[in-house]
């Protein structure tokens, strides 16, 4: 995905990515993706914590 800028920012399985109204997204990889997009007039967004591990 890329930010306002063009720049790639890597992101991950697992990663959200949250976009401001009107924002540019390109999004991409050089291998392929399978994402879930929601839209919406506004959304309540967990606060990120430590991720678990196995």
Same mark, same amino acid.
């Given at each position: 995905?890329?930010?306002a800028?063009?720049h790639?920012?890597?992101?991950? @399985?697992?990663? /959200?990515?949250r976009?401001e109204p009107?924002?540019e997204?390109p999004s991409? $990889?050089?291998?392929?993706?399978?994402?879930l @997009?929601?839209? /919406?007039?506004s959304?309540l967004?967990?606060?990120?914590?430590?991720?678990? $591990?196995?």
């Amino acid at each position: 995905m890329a930010g306002a800028d063009g720049h790639r920012v890597p992101v991950s @399985a697992g990663d /959200g990515v949250r976009w401001e109204p009107g924002e540019e997204h390109p999004s991409g $990889t050089d291998t392929g993706l399978t994402a879930l @997009a929601v839209e /919406g007039p506004s959304l309540l967004l967990a606060t990120p914590g430590p991720r678990a $591990t196995s």
